[in-house]
C-alpha cells in the first residue's frame, strides 16, 4: 500500500486555491447573467434561485452585439490576412535572396517589436485622421499590421531558414521562379507558423481596446471591446445586465482558445523563449 | 550529344577561391563520378554545373551550348540530392510530374510520362502516397523518378546514396549503373566513397582541394596512380607507402604496393617484420606487419592463410606492381 | 586523357552579366520589388512616420487642426516634470513592474514547477491558469470591478459582516491600485508560467536524474539544477513583464480609469487622459516620447546585460 503522500496533496491543494482564484470571478460573471439586479445585490456569488434567461436573451436580441462582434470578427481577419502575407513576403525575401542592405532592412522591421503603440497613438491619431481611415476599419487594421510586422517577419524567417535548402533548390532546378516557390512552397509548408502567428495576430486584434478608441467614433463601426464599455456606461448599475453581455463576449475568445491553444503554446514558446 | 565542358572554371567565395582554375571535360553518355575527400570542391562544381552556385569565372557548355549563367531549369540537367528534397506536400505522382507541369507539358503527357518513369523505378504501387509515408529506398528512387521523366541530357547525383543503410546502398548502385545503360544519358555523380566511385564509373575524376588529379577509367586510376594522393585514394585497403632506404633502392622517394600485391615470399623481398594484427574475413585475411625500416604494412592474404600473431614474415610484391613516386608525389611509373 | 586544353572562346571577364543583370534574368529582383515594400510600407506609414513625428509635435502646442504653429520648446516636457499626476503615474508603473517581478513571476515559476509534466491534470490546471491572459484586458478590467463594486462583490460581503459603511475598494485613494496589482498578476501570470513550462521541459530528463543519483532531494534538484537553467527563461520572462508593464492602459480603464483624483494613472493612461482626450498633441507626444525613451532605455540596458549574461 502507498503511504500518504503528503507533498502530493500539498500539491493539489495549492493548485485548487489558484484554480478557484482564476474561475471564481468567472463563474461569478456567467451566473450573475442570470440573476436579478436584486438578487446579485444580495447573493453575487451563489446559485441563481431562478435561471432567468431574458438578461442573456436582450443581449442575444440586441443587434448592436451582433455588430460589435461582426465588426470585431472584420477586423481581426483583415489582419490576420494583412499581417501574415506582407510578413511572410518580407521575411522569404530576407531568408531566400541576399542582397546588400537587406540584414539592415530586416533589423528596421524587428525593430517594431520593442516600439510600444502606446508611444506614438497621439501622431498616429494624427496620421489616421490625415489619411481619412478615421471611423473606417482600415484606422485599425493597418496600423495593428504594422505593429505585429516585427514579430511575424521574425517567427516567419526563423521558420523559413529551417525549410530545407535543397527543397528550394530542387524547385529551382525543376523550373520554379522565386515567386513561385513562395506560393507553392513556402505557404503550404508553413501551416505551423501561419496558424501560430495568425492565432496571435487574431486574439491581440480581437481584445484590442487602445486602437479602436481612439480611430473609432461612430457606435455603428465598434467592435466589442468598445461596444462593451458602452453598454456598461448605458447600464451603469444594471450589472446582471453587463455580466450577461460580458459572458457572451467572453463565449467566442474561449472556444477559440481551446481550439487554437497548440498554436498559442507553441507561439509563446517558439516566439518568446528564443527571443 | 550532351558532352559537359569546364573551361577554366574558377569559384571564389568572398576572395577564398575554393576552386582554382579548372578545366574538365565529361563526354557524352559518360557515368563520370567526381570523388574526393570532403571539402575537395566536387559538390561545389557539380552545383556549379546544375546552376545553383554562381560561377565566379570561366565557363561550363553542355552539348556545346554555354550555359554559363543560364537558369537551373534551363540547362537540360535533372539533379538527386543526398537528402532527396522529395517535396514533402505533394504526392509521389505530383513530385515526379512536378518539373513537367511547371513546363506547361499537357496533363496527358505529364501523366503517361510519369507512368513510363514509375514502371522503370517500380514505384507504380506509391503514386499516390505523400514522401513522408516511404522508406529510404523508395524515396531514393522518386527522386531519380522525378530526375528521369524531364528526360534531361545530364543527370546530375550529389551523395545520392550516402543516407541507406549498406544493404540497400549496394543495391541502388546496381540499379543505378543498370539505369545509366537502358537511358543513355550523360551522368555525373559526385561522392566521397571510393567504392561508389569504382563500382559504377566510366570515367571518375579524383579531386582534391578543387584540383583535378587524375582522370581515367577505374582500373586506369587502379593500376596507374598519377600521385600518392591517388594512389592512397583509391583502393580498399589504401596502397602501402614506403619511403626511405626501401624507397631508395627503386630511385623513387617513395614506393607504392598494394595489399593485395603483396605475398609471403622471399624470392624479392621488400619488406620483412612481425605481424602485429591480423583480420580474419572470411575469405582474406588482412595482416598488419610492423617492419623496422618500413613502418606499418598491410597485406592481404589468402583467407584460408594460417597466421600467427607475433610471427615473422618477409613480403614480397607481385612482379611489376610496384608504383614508384617523386618528393612531389608525381608518378616515376613501375617497377 | 579527358582533361580538356584551355580553349576559352569567351573569355571570363567580358562574358560575365553584372550581377544586377543575373538578379533581374532569374527574377530575383522582381520578387524584391514585389515582396518588399508592402511590409515596409506598412511600417513606415504607422509605426516609424508616427515616433519621428512625436519628436517634431512635442514641441509645440497644437490642438491637432491646421498646421502646428505655436512652438513652444521644451514647455510640455516642463509642465509634465511638475505634474503630480504624472509623477504618481510614474510612480503606479513602477509598482506594476516590481509587482510583476516580486509577485507574478515567483508565482508563475511556482505554478510552473507544480504542473510542468504532461499529465491529464496538469494539462487542465495550465489551461486554467493560462485562461485569464486570453481574456481581453477590458473584460477583464470589468469582470473585477464587479466583484470589488461596493454595493454587490466581495466588498460589500465583507463590509457587511462588519456591520460597516458600504466599501468600495476602486474608489478609495489607499485601495484603488493594490486591487490594480492584484488583477495585473491575476491577469499575467498564466503567461509567464507557459514560458516556464516551455522552458522546464527543455531541461533533458537525463539531469535532473544524474542529480537524483547524486543523492539530491527534489527541492535540492530545483534549486541547484532547474532554477539555474531556468535563467534564460526569467529573463525573457522579466523582459516582457517590464514591457508589458511599461504599456499597462486597457485594464486600468474599466478598474478605476485612473481615479480617483487621477491616483491610479499608468504612463499610457495619463498620456490618454491629459494628451489625446484633451487633443493637447505636442503634450501627449511629449509623453510619448517620455514613454519611448524609457523602453528604448530599458530594452537596451536590459538585452545588454541581462540577456546577455544567460
Not at chain 2, 572554371?9 to 557524352?28: Q, R
Not at chain 3, 491637432?64 to 503630480?84: A, C
Request: charged share 15%; net charge neutral.
Amino acid at each position: 500500500m502507498r503511504t500518504f503522500d503528503w507533498r502530493d496533496t500539498a500539491r493539489i491543494a495549492i493548485l485548487l486555491v489558484v484554480a478557484a482564484t482564476i474561475l471564481f470571478p468567472l463563474a461569478a460573471t456567467f451566473l450573475g447573467g442570470f440573476k436579478t439586479s436584486g438578487e446579485l445585490r444580495l447573493a453575487p456569488f451563489s446559485l441563481p434561485e431562478v435561471w432567468r434567461f431574458e438578461f442573456y436573451g436582450d443581449v442575444l436580441g440586441n443587434p448592436n452585439f451582433w455588430s460589435y462582434m461582426w465588426n470585431s470578427l472584420f477586423i481581426a481577419l483583415l489582419t490576420v490576412f494583412i499581417t501574415l502575407m506582407t510578413g511572410a513576403m518580407a521575411a522569404y525575401v530576407f531568408s531566400h535572396i541576399k542582397f546588400f542592405g537587406s540584414d539592415y532592412i530586416m533589423s528596421y522591421l524587428l525593430l517594431g517589436m520593442m516600439f510600444p503603440l502606446a508611444a506614438a497613438v497621439v501622431p498616429l491619431f494624427i496620421k489616421i485622421r490625415d489619411l481619412g481611415l478615421l471611423d473606417t476599419p482600415w484606422g485599425v487594421i493597418l496600423p495593428q499590421a504594422a505593429f505585429g510586422l516585427g514579430f511575424s517577419v521574425l517567427l516567419f524567417k526563423t521558420f523559413f531558414d529551417q525549410l530545407p535548402r535543397e527543397l528550394f533548390e530542387a524547385a529551382r532546378i525543376d523550373g520554379i521562379s522565386y515567386i513561385g516557390f513562395f506560393f507553392r512552397f513556402t505557404l503550404p509548408l508553413s501551416t505551423p507558423i501561419l496558424g501560430t502567428v495568425a492565432v496571435f495576430v487574431f486574439v491581440t486584434s480581437w481584445n484590442n481596446y487602445l486602437l479602436p478608441l481612439i480611430v473609432l467614433n461612430d457606435s455603428a463601426s465598434f467592435p466589442w471591446t468598445l461596444g462593451m464599455m458602452q453598454y456598461r456606461g448605458e447600464f451603469i448599475v444594471e450589472w446582471n445586465k453587463i455580466l450577461a453581455f460580458v459572458t457572451l463576449t467572453l463565449v467566442p475568445a474561449l472556444i477559440f482558445f481551446l481550439a487554437a491553444q497548440r498554436y498559442i503554446v507553441a507561439g509563446l514558446t517558439g516566439g518568446a523563449v528564443k527571443g | 550529344m550532351a558532352e559537359v565542358r569546364l573551361n577554366n572554371l574558377t569559384k571564389s567565395y568572398g576572395g577564398v577561391e575554393v576552386i582554382p582554375p579548372l578545366d574538365l571535360t565529361i563526354p557524352d553518355k559518360s557515368f563520370s563520378v567526381l570523388v574526393g575527400p570532403s571539402g575537395c570542391g566536387k559538390s561545389t562544381l557539380l552545383r556549379m554545373v546544375a546552376g545553383l552556385e554562381e560561377v565566379t569565372s570561366g565557363q561550363i557548355t553542355i552539348g556545346g551550348e554555354d550555359v554559363t549563367d543560364a537558369d537551373p531549369a534551363k540547362r537540360g540537367i535533372a539533379m538527386v540530392f543526398q537528402s532527396y528534397a522529395l517535396y514533402p506536400h505533394m504526392s509521389v505522382a505530383d513530385n515526379i510530374g512536378f518539373a513537367l507541369k511547371l513546363a506547361k507539358t499537357p496533363k496527358d503527357e505529364i501523366r503517361t510520362r510519369v507512368k513510363e518513369a514509375a514502371a522503370i523505378l517500380q514505384l507504380e504501387d506509391y503514386l499516390d502516397r505523400k514522401p513522408k509515408a516511404l522508406s529510404g529506398g523508395q524515396r531514393q528512387r522518386v527522386a531519380i523518378g522525378r530526375a528521369i521523366v524531364r528526360q534531361p541530357k545530364v543527370f546530375l547525383f550529389d551523395e545520392p546514396l550516402s543516407n541507406l543503410d549498406a544493404a540497400l546502398r549496394a543495391q541502388m548502385r546496381v540499379e543505378l549503373a543498370e539505369l545509366h545503360e537502358k537511358l543513355g544519358a550523360t551522368m555525373i555523380y559526385v561522392t566521397h566513397d571510393q567504392v561508389e566511385a569504382m563500382t559504377m564509373a566510366d570515367q571518375i575524376v579524383v579531386l582534391k582541394k578543387g584540383e583535378v588529379q587524375q582522370v581515367g577509367a577505374p582500373l586506369d586510376l587502379y593500376n596507374t596512380p598519377e600521385n600518392t594522393f591517388v594512389a592512397e585514394f583509391i583502393g580498399m585497403p589504401k596502397m602501402n607507402l614506403l619511403n626511405g632506404a626501401t624507397a631508395a633502392r627503386f630511385g623513387g622517394d617513395k614506393v607504392g604496393v598494394r595489399p593485395e600485391h603483396l605475398e609471403i615470399s622471399s624470392d624479392n623481398p621488400i619488406v620483412s617484420g612481425e605481424v602485429v594484427h591480423a583480420e580474419y574475413l572470411g575469405a582474406d585475411t588482412i595482416a598488419h606487419v610492423q617492419s623496422a625500416e618500413a613502418g606499418r604494412v598491410v597485406v592481404r592474404l589468402d583467407g584460408s592463410h594460417p597466421l600467427q600473431r607475433g610471427s615473422e614474415i618477409t613480403l614480397s610484391p607481385r612482379p611489376g606492381c610496384l608504383r614508384i613516386f617523386d618528393a612531389n608525389g608525381q608518378s616515376l611509373g613501375a617497377a | 586523357m579527358a582533361v580538356a586544353e584551355t580553349n576559352n572562346i569567351i573569355s571570363p571577364a567580358q562574358g560575365r552579366p553584372s550581377a544586377l543583370k543575373r538578379a533581374l534574368s532569374d527574377g530575383r529582383l522582381v520578387t524584391v520589388l514585389v515582396f518588399l515594400p508592402p511590409a515596409l510600407l506598412l511600417f513606415t506609414l504607422f509605426v516609424t512616420l508616427p515616433l519621428i513625428e512625436a519628436a517634431g509635435y512635442a514641441g509645440y502646442k497644437w490642438s491637432g487642426y491646421g498646421d502646428p504653429t505655436e512652438w513652444v520648446g521644451m514647455r510640455n516636457f516642463e509642465i509634465l516634470q511638475k505634474h503630480s499626476a504624472f509623477h504618481q503615474s510614474l510612480m503606479n508603473t513602477v509598482w506594476v513592474i516590481v509587482a510583476s517581478c516580486l509577485l507574478q513571476i515567483p508565482l508563475a515559476m511556482s505554478m510552473a514547477l507544480l504542473i510542468y509534466r504532461k499529465t491529464w491534470s496538469n494539462t487542465v490546471f495550465r489551461l486554467i491558469f493560462f485562461a485569464p491572459y486570453i481574456l481581453a484586458e477590458v473584460a477583464t478590467g470589468l469582470i473585477w470591478s464587479f466583484i470589488f463594486d461596493g454595493d454587490y462583490g466581495v466588498a460589500a460581503m465583507a463590509s457587511q459582516a462588519l456591520g460597516g459603511e458600504p466599501f468600495f475598494p476602486l474608489s478609495d485613494r489607499t485601495w484603488a491600485f493594490p486591487v490594480v496589482l492584484f488583477v495585473v498578476v491575476w491577469k499575467f501570470f498564466g503567461f509567464h508560467m507557459m514560458i516556464f513550462i516551455a522552458a522546464l521541459q527543455g531541461i533533458p530528463e537525463d539531469l535532473t536524474e544524474a542529480a537524483r543519483i547524486d543523492g539530491a532531494k527534489p527541492g535540492q534538484i530545483t534549486w541547484f539544477v532547474k532554477l539555474p537553467l531556468l535563467k534564460p527563461a526569467i529573463a525573457v520572462s522579466v523582459f516582457f513583464a517590464v514591457i508589458g508593464s511599461l504599456q499597462l492602459f486597457d485594464l486600468i480603464v474599466p478598474l478605476t480609469n485612473g481615479g480617483p483624483s487621477n491616483s491610479t494613472h499608468t504612463i499610457v493612461s495619463y498620456l490618454y487622459t491629459f494628451g489625446l482626450t484633451r487633443l493637447k498633441v505636442g503634450f501627449g507626444s511629449a509623453v510619448g516620447i517620455v514613454l519611448f525613451l524609457i523602453t528604448v532605455a530599458f530594452a537596451v540596458v536590459y538585452r545588454n546585460t541581462a540577456m546577455k549574461e544567460t
